[in-house]
Nanobody, 120 residues
Framework: QVQLVQSGGGLVQPGGSLTLSCAAS????????MGWERQAPGKQRELLAR???????IYADSVKGRFTISRDNAKNTVYLQMNNLKPEDTALYFC??????????????WGQGTQVTVSS
């Protein structure tokens, strides 16, 4: 089992930046991919970015060019650098960790969620 603890988030003005962190512990050896998703009120959960040791890094079109996912393997931590934030980025952000099998990603753990609010 994988445990994920998120940090970061909060309130930021439009055009501002935030960095989210997600530290993994537990069955680390089973993890080959980590990613970020978000859930806005009244909307479906959206995959934002995922980084993997064996698959290409992917980004949602809505955040491409503004968000950057990175991973520090020594710290078992994944980051999401968010720049040029917009009010529509307001949501509850979750990290996850897991592995690919047959081309599909299977999550083995989820972070607790952190609120990001973009407002002036």
């Amino acid at each position: 089992q994988v445990q994920l603890v998120q940090s970061g988030g909060g309130l930021v003005q439009p055009g501002g930046s935030l960095t989210l962190s997600c530290a993994a512990s537990g069955s680390i050896a089973a993890i080959s991919a980590m990613g970020w998703e978000r859930q806005a009120p009244g909307k479906q959960r959206e995959l934002l970015a995922r980084i993997s040791s064996g698959e290409p890094t992917i980004y949602a079109d809505s955040v491409k060019g503004r968000f950057t996912i990175s991973r520090d393997n020594a710290k078992n931590t994944v980051y999401l650098q968010m720049n040029n934030l917009k009010p529509e980025d307001t949501a509850l952000y979750f990290c996850n960790a897991g592995a690919y099998s047959g081309g599909y990603f299977y999550a083995q753990g989820w972070g607790q969620g952190t609120q990001v609010t973009v407002s002036s």
